[in-house]
């Protein structure tokens, strides 16, 4: 059974920084575009990130382009999302997920596997 456990959530201030990661069990991790998403209370989950099974592409909402970056490391079968210059508005619990088919990339219904999401909250 696949898992994906994300880490490095926290309470920080407003212009600070957070490094989110989240690793996938399985063999076969380069294979897989991965994808970071978000859902604050009240609110539906919005797209935050996505990257190439290769990491050559990188998609990002515009809430977030040019704050964060989303890259990965398939020797640890990891996801990374370095979060900077954070804002209030930026707080939510931060889901990684993953899928085999291409395109979509912005779409959750699209991905395959879920973990279960670390809270990222910023004061201001």
């Known amino acids: 059974q696949v898992q994906l456990v994300e880490s490095g959530g926290g309470l920080v201030q407003a212009g600070g920084s957070l490094r989110l990661s989240c690793a996938r069990s399985g063999r076969t991790f380069s294979l897989y575009t991965m994808g970071w998403f978000r859902q604050a209370p009240g609110k539906e989950r919005e797209f935050v990130a996505g990257?190439?099974?290769?990491?050559?592409?990188?998609w990002y909402a515009d809430s977030v382009k040019g704050r964060f970056t989303i890259s990965r490391d398939n020797a640890k079968n990891t996801v990374y999302l370095e979060m900077n210059s954070l804002k209030p508005e930026d707080t939510a619990v931060y889901s990684c997920a993953s899928k085999l088919s291409s395109g979509n990339y912005n779409t959750p219904t699209a991905y395959d596997n879920w973990g279960q999401g670390t809270q990222v909250t910023v004061s201001s």
């Open positions: 990257i190439s099974p290769l990491g050559i592409n990188t």
